[in-house]
Structure formats: structure tokens, C-alpha cells
């Protein structure tokens, strides 16, 4: 199904709006993680060049090793992403919430099959941080109902404070 590629490869992106654990953190460091994820879709199937989807999606997060930065943490994003003429486009939006309920608010585009991250707002221990990560897709998986989605990936990179 292409339009469940297009929107694993906007997935990968979603679940890269990290929070932080209880502990104070050190103003910079690094961090390895899986995020894993479900949701729900809605597409449009117009053609076979014209498409679209919009979607809402939430998981969780774990560090290795277990108790590191953004240990099971929460998140959720809500985008849409389109195909017109073979050209792909998408937004998203994800607000990531640690379990002291510090939140970190991203935005996430796609165009010319290149993705930009943007760090919009963080709060508490979050607010002004900086990140940057290698992602490595470990899905998509299985349909299990039609209209959703699960999918997870795996992701390093480092972490800074102002």
C-alpha cells in the first residue's frame, strides 16, 4: 500500500519529539533510544499520482539502557502528509510529555524528500533544548485493522541545553 510507505517514512519522524527523565540533566549529552507507536489514518486515494492522508498517532519511548534520557516517555502527533503528481509533502506536529509532565513541542515538514526538524517549545527541563539523531526505521508493520498503523524506530544522537 503506497500510501502506508509514505506515511511510515513520515512516522519515523514523529516519534523524535523527546522529553526528559525525573533526575536534573547534564546540560549536554548523548542519547539511544526505540520509540514505537499506533494510530489512526484517513486517506484520500484520488489517483494513482494524487493522494493524501491525515493522521493522529501516539506512543512511548524506551531508552537503552533502561532509566536513560527519555525513558518511557509518552508522545503524540497529529500531521498530514500528501502525494500531487509523484511530488511528496507533509507536516507534523508532536508534543512528547516526560513523566514529571515536562513537554516538548515539535514541528516536523517533508518536501522534496527531505525532512527539517524544528524544536518549537519545551517546558521545565526541556525548555530550550537542542537536538540532533540518526534515525533507523524498524517497521512498518502489519495492518492489523484497517484505518491504522503501527511502526517503531530506533534512534541516537545528542541532546544539548541552553
Known amino acids: 500500500m503506497e500510501s502506508a510507505r509514505r506515511y511510515a ?3 519515523i519522524i514523529f516519534a523524535f519529539a523527546p522529553s526528559a527523565f525525573a533526575a536534573e540533566l547534564p546540560k549536554e549529552g548523548n542519547f539511544d533510544f526505540t520509540a514505537c507507536w499506533s494510530g489512526t489514518s484517513n486517506t484520500i486515494s484520488f489517483s494513482k499520482t494524487h493522494t493524501a492522508l491525515s493522521y ?16 518511557k516517555e509518552t508522545f503524540r502527533c497529529v500531521g498530514m502528509n500528501a502525494s500531487l503528481g ?46 540532533n539523531a540518526t534515525v533507523q526505521p524498524l517497521g512498518p508493520f502489519p495492518v492489523v485493522k484497517e484505518g491504522t498503523f503501527q511502526d ?11
Open 152 to 162: 517503531c524506530n530506533h534512534q541516537t544522537g545528542t541532546y544539548k541545553l541552553k
Open 56 to 71: 493522529e498517532q501516539t506512543g512511548s519511548i524506551r531508552s537503552n539502557p533502561p532509566g536513560g534520557i527519555f525513558d
Open 9 to 11: 517514512l513520515a512516522s
Open 86 to 131: 509523484g511530488k511528496i509533502t507533509g507536516t507534523t506536529v508532536c508534543e512528547a510529555t516526560d513523566g514529571d509532565g515536562n513537554k516538548r513541542l515539535s514541528y516536523f515538514s517533508i518536501a522534496d524528500g527531505k525532512v527539517t526538524r524544528e524544536s518549537v517549545a519545551g517546558t521545565g527541563k526541556y525548555e530550550g533544548m537542542v537536538t
